[in-house]
């Protein structure tokens, strides 16, 4: 591509784009096409936050810069939730920091502790947004295979010696995307005590931290003793308070982690507008009824999907958070020959297990972030191609 750096020039492809030149086609020949691709929330933003904002947009005290570091009401919101849910204590002046959405945040947080060629340890299959930060900075991705038998926890031992030399930061995402799968306080605290005998970094990325099921909690890393000497977790309102454009995250943790990214940070933004953030502030200290309710729903879908991919042959658990299936393709097929078939034949985009790293091949990753009919509608029609009516 014309006046692109060499790094930009050699960024992994987006393996998203063909389906979606493929989605355009079919749709101009008249097909009703069904995504299950999609990775944001359908459910608009609950309205309590949506008047805090018009409140705030009309002071004019909010219309100036926002410290960099974030307004003290966001960041004292982020504390007292961390108190309030976890029982953790964090300072909102040293270790609590603003993002414009976690993804930006991670992002910097990557190129302010790289240095060209220190590698990162990163979930496979995971969120493929890690894999390029890490090529903008420099940096060399490792992968950290997840233990499908036992619910996708992160397989220390298959890492070697020299990839654990050149290791600097570990990433971790529970619950997960793209496998909804979730982990209890143990995990966390198995993976603080590798990474402190290896000399790493914990960034946790806890975007579905309050998206959970069953009445399942998922708890944060900041909640192991010791965490905060080397550990960071990124939050973001936009799962849980279906927020995606307000663009407004948070960073938690270890003040020196924090403040590395504050500097580069500094140097490229000036936070997130004041009234997004006192809404976010408002969202934060709510009850979570919200919440509640949004889980309740994605719950409600989940249950009438899971016995229908069954029925096809495809293994499927039921996901602890997250709004995602994560599914097996059926006997016979490769995770790009299931997904072509089913959006050739049934007119349904899923997202091939691969996008998201090798150990991706051979699931299929389907959100629940569409409206219940049209879901149902989809895995009818999967239904009825791969059984051949019923
Ligand atoms: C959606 C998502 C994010 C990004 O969230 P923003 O706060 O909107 O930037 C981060 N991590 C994972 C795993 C996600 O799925």
Not at 272 to 287: R, T, V
Request: some cysteine; proline content about 6%; overall charge neutral.
């Amino acid at each position: 591509m014309k006046y692109c750096s060499k790094q930009v020039n050699s960024l992994p492809p987006y393996l998203f784009s063909v389906f979606h030149q493929k989605k355009k086609e079919l749709q101009e020949q008249g097909v009703d096409v069904i995504d299950l691709g999609i990775g944001a929330p359908d459910l608009p933003t609950p309205s309590f936050i949506i008047d805090r904002l018009a409140e705030e947009a009309k002071n004019p005290s909010n219309h100036k810069y926002s410290p960099y570091e974030g307004c003290l009401e966001f960041r004292q919101a982020v504390a007292d939730f961390y108190k309030r849910h976890y029982d953790v204590k964090v300072d909102p002046d040293t270790e609590v920091l603003a993002l414009i959405g976690s993804k930006e945040g991670i992002a910097h947080l990557i190129s302010s502790v790289l240095d060209p060629g220190d590698g990162v340890l990163v979930p496979d299959p995971g969120y493929p947004v890690y894999q390029s930060a890490i090529h903008l900075a420099y940096g060399s991705m490792i992968s950290l295979p997840l233990d499908e038998a036992n619910g996708y926890m992160p397989l220390f031992s298959k890492l070697t010696k020299p990839d654990l030399q050149r290791a600097k930061l570990m990433l971790l995402n529970y619950p997960g995307n793209p496998t909804g799968a979730a982990v209890n306080l143990s995990t966390f605290k198995e993976a603080v005590e590798f990474a402190r005998s290896e000399h790493l970094l914990i960034a946790h990325d806890s975007a579905y931290g309050l998206v959970t099921f069953d009445g399942f909690k998922a708890p944060s890393i900041l909640q192991v003793k010791g965490a905060k000497d080397i550990c960071v977790e990124f939050g973001s309102l936009s799962k849980s308070f279906n927020m995606t454009g307000w663009r407004i995250g948070y960073v938690a943790g270890n003040k020196d982690l924090i403040k590395s990214l504050s500097i580069v940070k500094s140097n490229m933004d000036t936070s997130q507008f004041l009234a997004i953030q006192k809404a976010a502030a408002a969202a934060l200290n709510s009850d979570f009824s919200s919440v509640k309710e949004n889980n309740e729903i994605y719950e409600k879908r989940m249950k009438a999907v899971l016995p229908a991919l069954k029925e096809i042959g495809m293994d499927v658990k039921r996901s602890r958070g997250t709004f995602f299936v994560w599914a097996k393709v059926p006997e016979g097929y490769t995770s790009q020959s299931f997904t072509q078939k089913m959006l050739e034949e049934a007119g349904v985009i899923l997202t091939p297990g691969p996008a998201f790293g090798s150990g991706g091949e051979g699931f299929i990753r389907l959100s629940l972030s569409v409206p219940s009919g049209r879901l149902e509608e989809a895995v009818q029609r999967m239904k009825k191609l791969m059984k051949g009516g019923s």
